[in-house]
């Protein structure tokens, strides 16, 4: 071997193998996944309304599979944010693990240009704080505590978008998160004249992101969730971003959303425990652009035939990423954001024949199709929030993504000039 010259890590090897349309990847800290073909089928529309149920099917139908080929078999997939579209959800043809995402060697880098793209947010910023003003109406009338109002934002170009170079930016800017890129079939239909949501029933889509939340992990009888809820956009200044994260940590309104999601996620998980540890106060978790209030939540599993998928059921959609309750906040949901959220604040993950596995929350995310990006961002309204600081978080949580797949330079630019 000669000397200087850093060996490849197995997990950047993993990353290097990835195929889009072929592959479905995922990384953590501590676990890097990818697959490849897909061997069965589990689900792939609304069939089951009873979750436990399809988790139940999931889990013996992978213990069928790997009796059948006399080795281990895992499903990994997507599911959307409404749980009556269809899912994602099947059994690779075969798979691939390593340690945590470790990069030892430059990935390929791309620097995008906006000038080769055409970009239209969904919907306009000024649109979007009219609907989080009508949101704070349905709070202050006593009809939700809490819902999460997104925007989107459709990148259109004459070029193809390689969803290869993508995923290997976000994995340099997102060691510690996770990372992931899954095959999509986007089967909703749309109105002819709107190019933007016509663009959904491409076929080769890519769903790709880099998400600080974890929704839910399994091993064992151990289980572990870590909501966020509650975010400042960073500052590039040390002392006004040391301001703001203290601030953070003592700012009622964003306490006050954090424990609504808390209080949800360790609701819906101590059924299933033993033992439940829900620390008293949230720490703070940054990235580049974003500062979060998080609560990791740790528990006992009262049976180890609990499947990871079946508590990934349990907790979706999750107050951060809906609201609470969650049957009103969907419904607001769907009455104000004016877009289909499609896989965006879904789930995304994998899951073996002894329920072990890791789901992560589909946010800082993007739909990546031949020619187009669309990427998403939300905000939670509650009480004391302001339609001007919810849309400059959504407009920060945007620019961690735009940042992080190529637009280093013109991000402000595209940030100003599209008002997001």
């Known amino acids: ?30 676990h890097t996944l990818l697959t490849e073909g897909c061997a069965l089928r589990v689900l792939t529309n609304g069939e089951v309304r009873d979750w436990k149920e399809l988790a139940e099917q999931a889990t013996e139908i992978l213990h069928i599979q ?12 997507a599911v959307p944010f409404d749980c009556n579209d269809p899912v994602q959800l099947y059994i690779p043809s075969s798979f691939k693990q390593a340690e945590g995402l470790t990069l030892t060697s430059e990935t390929p880098q791309h620097e995008l240009n906006i000038s080769d793209y055409t970009a239209t947010p969904v919907p306009e910023p000024e649109v979007y704080q009219k609907g989080v003003a009508r949101l704070l109406e349905h709070i202050r009338q006593g009809r939700v505590n809490k819902a999460v109002l997104a925007r989107s934002l459709h990148l259109v170009s004459d070029q193809p978008v390689d969803a290869r170079i993508l995923l290997h930016q976000l994995a340099a800017q997102n060691t510690s998160g996770y990372t992931f890129a ?11 004249n709107d190019e933007h949501e016509a663009l959904r029933i491409e076929s080769g889509t890519t769903l790709l992101g880099a998400s600080p939340e974890l929704l839910v992990s399994k091993k064992g009888l151990e289980v572990i969730s870590s909501p966020l809820a509650g975010s400042i956009p960073r500052s590039d200044d040390p002392e006004e971003d040391r301001k703001r994260a203290a601030g953070l940590m003592e700012s009622v309104k964003d306490l006050h959303e954090h424990a609504f999601v808390t209080r949800a996620v360790a609701e819906a998980l101590r059924p299933y425990c033993k033992h439940l540890e829900v620390p008293d106060k949230p720490s703070l978790v940054a990235t580049e652009t974003m500062w979060h209030l998080a609560t990791t939540i740790r528990g006992e599993l009262l049976s180890p035939d609990t499947s990871s998928l079946e508590l990934a059921y349990a907790l979706h959609p999750t107050p951060a990423i809906c609201g609470t309750p969650t049957d009103e906040a969907r419904e607001l949901i769907k009455e104000l954001e004016g877009f289909d959220r499609g896989y965006y604040s879904g ?10 596995g890791e789901w992560a929350v589909t946010i800082r995310c993007a739909e990546v199709g031949k020619r187009y990006i669309r990427l998403y961002a939300g905000a939670g309204i509650v009480e004391g929030s302001r339609p001007e600081d919810e849309l400059r978080e959504t407009s920060a949580k945007m620019g961690t993504f735009l940042k992080a797949i190529g637009f280093k330079n013109e991000t402000e630019t595209m940030v100003n000039k599209e008002g997001v």
């Open 1 to 30: 071997m000669r000397t200087g010259v850093k060996e490849v890590s197995p997990s950047q090897q993993l990353l290097e193998q990835y195929t889009p349309g072929e592959s479905f990847f995922f990384a953590t800290h501590n």
């Open 66 to 77: 790997e009796q059948s080929t006399g080795k281990p078999c895992i499903l990994v997939g």
């Open 182 to 192: 899954v095959p999509i079939e986007t089967k909703r239909t749309s109105p002819a």
């Open 347 to 356: 789930t995304v993950g994998w899951c073996n024949a002894d329920g072990d």
